[in-house]
Protein backbone atom coordinates (compact mmCIF):
# COMPACT_ATOMS: atom_id res chain seq x y z
CA UNK A 1 0.00 0.00 0.00
CA UNK A 2 1.31 3.66 -0.94
CA UNK A 3 -1.25 5.30 0.58
CA UNK A 4 0.80 6.72 2.96
CA UNK A 5 4.45 8.31 3.24
CA UNK A 6 7.11 7.44 5.13
CA UNK A 7 7.19 11.11 6.44
CA UNK A 8 3.57 10.40 7.48
CA UNK A 9 4.57 7.00 9.30
CA UNK A 10 7.00 8.56 10.91
CA UNK A 11 4.95 11.35 12.63
CA UNK A 12 2.22 9.14 13.96
CA UNK A 13 5.34 6.70 15.55
CA UNK A 14 6.36 9.45 17.25
CA UNK A 15 3.84 10.59 18.82
CA UNK A 16 3.22 6.81 20.47
CA UNK A 17 4.99 7.73 23.61
CA UNK A 18 3.02 10.77 23.63
CA UNK A 19 -0.33 9.35 23.36
CA UNK A 20 0.54 6.60 26.26
CA UNK A 21 1.12 9.56 28.88
CA UNK A 22 -2.05 11.46 28.21
CA UNK A 23 -3.87 7.75 27.06
CA UNK A 24 -5.25 9.07 24.47
CA UNK A 25 -4.23 10.09 20.63
CA UNK A 26 -2.38 13.18 20.41
CA UNK A 27 -3.77 15.61 18.44
CA UNK A 28 -0.92 15.64 15.76
CA UNK A 29 -1.66 12.05 15.51
CA UNK A 30 -5.32 12.56 14.93
CA UNK A 31 -4.93 15.61 12.37
CA UNK A 32 -3.17 13.11 10.47
CA UNK A 33 -6.11 10.01 10.13
CA UNK A 34 -8.48 12.94 9.04
CA UNK A 35 -6.23 14.74 6.56
CA UNK A 36 -5.11 10.94 5.33
CA UNK A 37 -9.31 10.06 5.62
CA UNK A 38 -8.19 6.55 7.54
CA UNK A 39 -11.20 6.47 9.34
CA UNK A 40 -12.87 6.35 6.13
CA UNK A 41 -10.86 3.30 4.52
CA UNK A 42 -14.25 1.24 3.93
CA UNK A 43 -16.65 5.20 3.54
CA UNK A 44 -17.53 4.61 -0.38
CA UNK A 45 -16.35 8.05 -2.57
CA UNK A 46 -19.20 9.42 -2.46
CA UNK A 47 -19.64 10.10 0.70
CA UNK A 48 -15.84 10.93 0.33
CA UNK A 49 -14.45 7.52 2.14
CA UNK A 50 -11.50 5.64 0.39
CA UNK A 51 -13.03 3.04 -0.63
CA UNK A 52 -10.58 0.55 -0.32
CA UNK A 53 -11.11 -3.33 -0.46
CA UNK A 54 -11.02 -5.43 2.10
CA UNK A 55 -7.33 -6.35 1.36
CA UNK A 56 -6.62 -3.27 0.58
CA UNK A 57 -7.68 -1.83 3.93
CA UNK A 58 -6.52 -4.96 5.99
CA UNK A 59 -3.11 -4.44 4.58
CA UNK A 60 -3.36 -0.84 5.46
CA UNK A 61 -4.66 -1.46 8.96
CA UNK A 62 -1.62 -3.78 9.62
CA UNK A 63 1.07 -1.36 8.22
CA UNK A 64 -0.38 1.48 11.10
CA UNK A 65 -0.26 -1.74 13.52
CA UNK A 66 3.17 -2.39 13.25
CA UNK A 67 3.93 1.57 14.05
CA UNK A 68 2.19 1.25 17.26
CA UNK A 69 -0.65 -0.52 19.21
CA UNK A 70 -2.71 1.59 20.14
CA UNK A 71 -2.75 3.37 16.77
CA UNK A 72 -3.64 0.58 15.02
CA UNK A 73 -6.25 -0.99 17.63
CA UNK A 74 -8.11 2.90 17.31
CA UNK A 75 -7.70 3.30 13.19
CA UNK A 76 -9.10 -0.53 12.80
CA UNK A 77 -12.05 -0.30 15.73
CA UNK A 78 -13.23 3.43 14.01
CA UNK A 79 -12.71 2.06 10.32
CA UNK A 80 -14.58 -0.81 11.10
CA UNK A 81 -17.57 0.80 12.96
CA UNK A 82 -17.58 3.97 10.00
CA UNK A 83 -18.61 0.75 7.36
CA UNK A 84 -21.13 0.61 8.78
CA UNK A 85 -22.71 3.60 6.96
CA UNK A 86 -23.43 0.70 4.33
CA UNK A 87 -26.56 -0.61 6.80
CA UNK A 88 -27.77 3.19 7.24
CA UNK A 89 -30.47 5.33 5.27
CA UNK A 90 -29.10 6.96 2.70
CA UNK A 91 -30.73 10.37 4.98
CA UNK A 92 -28.94 9.84 7.84
CA UNK A 93 -25.56 8.38 6.59
CA UNK A 94 -25.24 11.64 3.84
CA UNK A 95 -25.83 14.22 6.90
CA UNK A 96 -23.54 12.52 9.34
CA UNK A 97 -20.56 12.38 6.73
CA UNK A 98 -20.76 15.58 5.50
CA UNK A 99 -17.98 15.74 8.83
CA UNK A 100 -14.62 15.38 8.05
CA UNK A 101 -13.80 14.23 11.50
CA UNK A 102 -16.90 12.12 11.85
CA UNK A 103 -15.84 8.76 13.96
CA UNK A 104 -18.06 5.79 14.77
CA UNK A 105 -17.38 3.82 18.03
CA UNK A 106 -19.50 1.22 19.57
CA UNK A 107 -19.54 -2.10 21.38
CA UNK A 108 -20.54 -5.49 19.69
CA UNK A 109 -22.52 -6.68 23.37
CA UNK A 110 -25.72 -6.26 23.62
CA UNK A 111 -25.63 -4.17 26.44
CA UNK A 112 -29.00 -1.77 26.08
CA UNK A 113 -33.12 -2.62 26.06
CA UNK A 114 -35.04 -1.12 22.84
CA UNK A 115 -38.13 -0.55 24.27
CA UNK A 116 -40.23 -0.40 20.35
CA UNK A 117 -42.91 1.89 20.12
CA UNK A 118 -45.26 2.93 17.07
CA UNK A 119 -42.92 6.22 16.70
CA UNK A 120 -39.39 5.05 17.50
CA UNK A 121 -37.43 3.12 20.79
CA UNK A 122 -37.30 4.26 24.29
CA UNK A 123 -33.64 3.17 25.44
CA UNK A 124 -30.98 2.31 28.51
CA UNK A 125 -27.51 0.62 29.23
CA UNK A 126 -24.85 0.65 29.32
CA UNK A 127 -21.48 0.00 26.66
CA UNK A 128 -18.07 -1.23 27.65
CA UNK A 129 -14.66 -0.95 25.29
CA UNK A 130 -15.68 1.45 23.35
CA UNK A 131 -12.29 2.24 21.39
CA UNK A 132 -11.22 5.92 20.73
CA UNK A 133 -13.99 7.52 22.99
CA UNK A 134 -12.41 11.05 22.95
CA UNK A 135 -12.77 11.76 19.82
CA UNK A 136 -15.84 9.49 18.52
CA UNK A 137 -18.47 11.19 17.56
CA UNK A 138 -21.13 8.74 16.42
CA UNK A 139 -21.66 6.51 18.70
CA UNK A 140 -23.28 2.89 18.06
CA UNK A 141 -24.94 0.28 20.13
CA UNK A 142 -26.58 -3.06 20.27
CA UNK A 143 -29.65 -3.58 22.07
CA UNK A 144 -32.11 -5.91 22.81
CA UNK A 145 -35.84 -5.62 21.64
CA UNK A 146 -38.84 -4.97 24.01
CA UNK A 147 -42.41 -4.67 22.92
CA UNK A 148 -45.64 -4.67 24.60
CA UNK A 149 -43.46 -5.13 28.06
CA UNK A 150 -41.56 -8.32 27.01
CA UNK A 151 -38.59 -9.24 25.82
CA UNK A 152 -38.26 -10.57 22.53
CA UNK A 153 -36.27 -13.32 21.12
CA UNK A 154 -35.78 -16.05 18.10
CA UNK A 155 -37.00 -19.54 18.30
CA UNK A 156 -33.76 -20.61 20.22
CA UNK A 157 -34.51 -18.41 22.58
CA UNK A 158 -31.81 -16.27 21.87
CA UNK A 159 -32.37 -12.54 22.29
CA UNK A 160 -33.27 -10.25 18.82
CA UNK A 161 -31.99 -7.18 19.12
CA UNK A 162 -30.71 -3.93 16.65
CA UNK A 163 -28.33 -1.63 16.14
CA UNK A 164 -28.80 1.96 16.96
CA UNK A 165 -26.89 5.41 16.42
CA UNK A 166 -26.49 8.26 19.18
CA UNK A 167 -24.74 11.50 19.74
CA UNK A 168 -22.32 12.73 22.02
CA UNK A 169 -25.18 15.19 23.88
CA UNK A 170 -27.00 11.60 24.63
CA UNK A 171 -24.50 10.10 26.20
CA UNK A 172 -23.12 9.46 29.00
CA UNK A 173 -19.14 8.74 29.32
CA UNK A 174 -17.78 6.84 31.85
CA UNK A 175 -13.76 7.04 32.17
CA UNK A 176 -12.78 2.86 33.23
CA UNK A 177 -10.35 2.26 30.48
CA UNK A 178 -7.59 1.23 32.83
CA UNK A 179 -5.54 -1.95 31.35
CA UNK A 180 -1.66 -2.81 31.04
CA UNK A 181 -1.73 -1.95 27.41
CA UNK A 182 -3.45 -0.26 24.03
CA UNK A 183 -3.85 2.52 26.62
CA UNK A 184 -3.76 5.16 23.98
CA UNK A 185 -7.16 3.49 22.81
CA UNK A 186 -8.92 5.29 25.78
CA UNK A 187 -11.61 2.84 25.36
CA UNK A 188 -14.18 3.64 27.42
CA UNK A 189 -17.74 2.83 28.36
CA UNK A 190 -21.16 5.18 28.22
CA UNK A 191 -24.39 5.06 29.43
CA UNK A 192 -27.45 6.36 27.75
CA UNK A 193 -30.82 6.56 29.74
CA UNK A 194 -34.18 7.16 28.54
CA UNK A 195 -33.16 8.11 25.26
CA UNK A 196 -36.08 8.29 22.70
CA UNK A 197 -34.84 7.84 18.99
CA UNK A 198 -36.72 7.36 15.73
CA UNK A 199 -37.01 4.36 14.08
CA UNK A 200 -34.50 5.67 11.25
CA UNK A 201 -31.62 5.28 13.70
CA UNK A 202 -31.68 1.84 14.13
CA UNK A 203 -29.78 -0.39 11.28
CA UNK A 204 -28.93 -4.35 10.89
CA UNK A 205 -25.74 -5.38 10.52
CA UNK A 206 -26.72 -8.07 7.71
CA UNK A 207 -25.80 -7.93 3.90
CA UNK A 208 -29.26 -8.38 3.13
CA UNK A 209 -30.06 -5.10 4.82
CA UNK A 210 -27.44 -3.04 3.26
CA UNK A 211 -28.03 0.08 2.06
CA UNK A 212 -25.34 0.82 -0.20
CA UNK A 213 -24.34 -1.73 -3.08
CA UNK A 214 -20.17 -2.09 -2.45
CA UNK A 215 -19.31 -5.59 -2.20
CA UNK A 216 -17.60 -4.48 1.28
CA UNK A 217 -20.62 -4.90 2.44
CA UNK A 218 -21.59 -7.99 1.12
CA UNK A 219 -19.13 -9.34 2.80
CA UNK A 220 -19.64 -11.53 5.95
CA UNK A 221 -19.72 -8.56 9.02
CA UNK A 222 -18.38 -11.40 11.86
CA UNK A 223 -15.31 -12.21 9.34
CA UNK A 224 -14.60 -8.84 8.81
CA UNK A 225 -14.18 -8.19 12.41
CA UNK A 226 -11.95 -11.48 13.08
CA UNK A 227 -9.91 -10.22 10.27
CA UNK A 228 -9.45 -6.47 11.16
CA UNK A 229 -8.38 -7.67 14.98
CA UNK A 230 -6.04 -9.90 13.57
CA UNK A 231 -4.38 -8.31 10.96
CA UNK A 232 -3.64 -6.03 14.14
CA UNK A 233 -2.03 -8.92 16.11
CA UNK A 234 -0.32 -9.39 12.75
CA UNK A 235 1.29 -5.53 12.84
CA UNK A 236 1.88 -5.84 16.73
CA UNK A 237 4.03 -9.07 16.32
CA UNK A 238 6.10 -8.17 13.08
CA UNK A 239 6.71 -4.68 15.24
CA UNK A 240 7.76 -7.58 18.24
CA UNK A 241 10.10 -9.44 16.28
CA UNK A 242 11.60 -6.31 15.22
CA UNK A 243 12.68 -5.00 17.96
CA UNK A 244 13.26 -8.49 19.78
CA UNK A 245 16.08 -8.96 16.59
CA UNK A 246 17.51 -5.46 17.45
CA UNK A 247 17.57 -6.63 21.32
CA UNK A 248 19.02 -10.03 20.53
CA UNK A 249 22.00 -8.55 18.13
CA UNK A 250 22.89 -5.94 21.14
CA UNK A 251 23.03 -8.67 23.50
CA UNK A 252 26.52 -10.06 23.41
CA UNK A 253 26.75 -12.56 26.62
CA UNK A 254 26.83 -16.22 25.31
CA UNK A 255 24.15 -17.44 27.48
CA UNK A 256 21.28 -19.08 26.15
CA UNK A 257 22.79 -17.55 22.72
CA UNK A 258 21.83 -20.75 21.13
CA UNK A 259 17.82 -20.61 22.48
CA UNK A 260 17.59 -17.33 21.44
CA UNK A 261 19.21 -17.59 17.93
CA UNK A 262 17.28 -21.08 16.82
CA UNK A 263 14.01 -20.13 19.33
CA UNK A 264 13.61 -17.16 16.97
CA UNK A 265 14.13 -18.12 14.10
CA UNK A 266 11.87 -20.81 13.82
CA UNK A 267 9.15 -18.53 16.04
CA UNK A 268 9.94 -15.64 12.79
CA UNK A 269 9.43 -18.81 10.48
CA UNK A 270 6.23 -19.76 11.65
CA UNK A 271 4.44 -16.13 11.89
CA UNK A 272 5.70 -15.87 8.23
CA UNK A 273 3.75 -18.85 7.49
CA UNK A 274 0.57 -17.97 9.16
CA UNK A 275 0.81 -14.27 7.88
CA UNK A 276 0.85 -15.73 4.28
CA UNK A 277 -2.16 -18.39 4.89
CA UNK A 278 -4.42 -15.68 6.24
CA UNK A 279 -3.61 -13.33 2.74
CA UNK A 280 -4.34 -16.38 1.15
CA UNK A 281 -7.83 -16.67 2.99
CA UNK A 282 -8.41 -13.22 2.30
CA UNK A 283 -7.35 -13.20 -1.60
CA UNK A 284 -9.57 -16.36 -2.00
CA UNK A 285 -12.81 -15.25 -0.20
CA UNK A 286 -12.59 -11.96 -1.82
CA UNK A 287 -12.21 -13.52 -5.28
CA UNK A 288 -15.41 -15.89 -4.35
CA UNK A 289 -17.81 -12.97 -3.07
CA UNK A 290 -17.22 -11.19 -6.29
CA UNK A 291 -17.93 -14.14 -8.51
CA UNK A 292 -20.74 -15.63 -6.43
CA UNK A 293 -21.51 -13.04 -3.91
CA UNK A 294 -21.21 -15.30 -1.08
CA UNK A 295 -18.01 -17.07 0.50
CA UNK A 296 -17.92 -20.70 1.52
CA UNK A 297 -18.89 -21.98 5.19
CA UNK A 298 -15.84 -23.77 4.72
CA UNK A 299 -13.45 -20.71 3.56
CA UNK A 300 -14.94 -18.70 6.73
CA UNK A 301 -14.41 -21.73 8.95
CA UNK A 302 -10.89 -21.46 7.74
CA UNK A 303 -10.39 -17.95 8.44
CA UNK A 304 -11.51 -17.98 12.25
CA UNK A 305 -9.39 -21.03 12.72
CA UNK A 306 -6.13 -18.76 11.34
CA UNK A 307 -7.64 -15.53 12.97
CA UNK A 308 -7.30 -17.53 16.41
CA UNK A 309 -4.07 -19.10 15.81
CA UNK A 310 -2.23 -15.76 14.79
CA UNK A 311 -3.63 -14.25 18.09
CA UNK A 312 -2.75 -17.53 20.44
CA UNK A 313 0.34 -18.18 18.83
CA UNK A 314 1.83 -14.21 18.62
CA UNK A 315 0.90 -13.64 22.26
CA UNK A 316 2.45 -17.42 23.21
CA UNK A 317 5.96 -16.45 21.55
CA UNK A 318 5.90 -13.46 23.01
CA UNK A 319 5.72 -14.79 26.77
CA UNK A 320 7.98 -17.75 25.88
CA UNK A 321 10.63 -14.68 24.34
CA UNK A 322 10.32 -12.11 27.04
CA UNK A 323 12.65 -14.00 29.64
CA UNK A 324 15.76 -13.42 27.15
CA UNK A 325 15.13 -10.03 26.61
CA UNK A 326 16.61 -8.38 29.33
CA UNK A 327 15.82 -6.05 32.21
CA UNK A 328 14.69 -3.46 29.14
CA UNK A 329 11.53 -5.70 28.87
CA UNK A 330 10.23 -5.26 32.11
CA UNK A 331 10.94 -1.00 31.52
CA UNK A 332 7.68 0.41 30.87
CA UNK A 333 8.72 3.18 29.35
CA UNK A 334 10.29 1.00 26.61
CA UNK A 335 8.91 0.46 23.42
CA UNK A 336 9.33 -3.31 23.65
CA UNK A 337 7.60 -3.52 26.90
CA UNK A 338 4.83 -1.18 25.23
CA UNK A 339 4.69 -3.90 22.55
CA UNK A 340 4.22 -6.68 24.99
CA UNK A 341 1.60 -5.18 26.75
CA UNK A 342 -0.13 -4.32 23.81
CA UNK A 343 -0.11 -7.89 22.25
CA UNK A 344 -1.65 -9.04 26.08
CA UNK A 345 -4.18 -6.72 26.25
CA UNK A 346 -5.50 -7.08 22.18
CA UNK A 347 -5.55 -11.00 22.77
CA UNK A 348 -8.53 -10.31 25.80
CA UNK A 349 -10.79 -9.14 23.05
CA UNK A 350 -13.59 -11.92 23.01
CA UNK A 351 -13.99 -12.43 19.62
CA UNK A 352 -10.97 -14.15 19.45
CA UNK A 353 -10.29 -15.85 22.24
Same mark, same amino acid.
Given at each position: ???????????????????????????????????????????????????????????????????????????????????????????????????????????????????????????????????????????????????????????????????????????????????????????????????? &??????? !?? *?? +??? $??? =? %??????????????????????????????????????????????????????????????????? &??????? !?? *?? +??? $??? =? %??????????????????????????????????????????????????????
Amino acid at each position: MGILSAEVLGKLKEEAVNAEKIRKLTDSQLEIIYSQNLFNLFVPKYLGGLELNLLEGLQLQEIIAKLDGSLGWTVTLCSGANAFVGYLSGKLAENIFKDPKVCFGGSGKIGGVAEESQDGYLINGKWSYVTGIPHVNVFTANCQIKKNGKMLTCDKGTPIYKSFIFFPEEVKIIEDWNTIGLIATASHSYTVENLF &VKKERSF !LI *KA +ECR $SID =L %LIYKYPFLTFAELTLAVNHLGMQKHFFDLVETIFNFIQEPLHKEFRTQFFKNANHNFQERRALFYKY &VEDSWNE !LE *KT +ENV $SHE =L %LSKISIICREIVKEGRETALQLYPYLGILASNPTTEINRILRDILTASQHSLLL
